[in-house]
């Protein structure tokens, strides 16, 4: 079942969310002050290709840096790419079929307006959350 849905999400709105991400990923890695949050961007694009199976736990070693980036990651691509996500969802959820995708864009709202201190683990794994990197 997740391969279908990553399939239908990937043709419906991964590609095109991904791809936000990524330009995002390019703009701020122009920059030596913005390379960490462009690879948060392209963390959050591979994330945004494929996410069913996949989940976002909180990086236990994150701390103060982390804070301080994601509200300049805010300011600088977080709220354009949230409202990319809202408007997506919307969209989705006005077809039956679309329901479980507009959820699950709906889901990535909160990790695209602060991606940092965040990692990409298996949906399977009930250990990942104590793993620290």
């Not at 690879?39 to 989940?55: D, H, K, T, V």
């Amino acid at each position: 079942m997740r391969l279908l849905l990553n399939i239908i999400w990937l043709v419906l709105c991964g590609f095109w969310m991904a791809v936000g991400y990524a330009f995002a990923g390019v703009l701020l890695a122009i920059t030596i002050i913005g390379i960490p949050f462009a690879i948060a961007s392209f963390r959050m694009a591979n994330f945004a290709l494929w996410p069913f199976g996949r989940r976002l736990v909180d990086e236990p070693a994150s701390g103060a840096f982390a804070a301080i980036g994601n509200i300049i990651w805010l300011v600088l691509a977080g709220w354009w790419l949230a409202l990319g996500h809202i408007f997506t969802g919307l969209a989705l959820c006005v077809t039956i079929i679309g329901i479980p995708l507009g959820i699950a864009n709906f889901k990535l709202v909160p990790v695209s307006l602060m991606p940092l201190g965040k990692r990409i683990v298996d949906a399977d794994d009930p250990y990942a959350f104590m793993r620290v990197r």
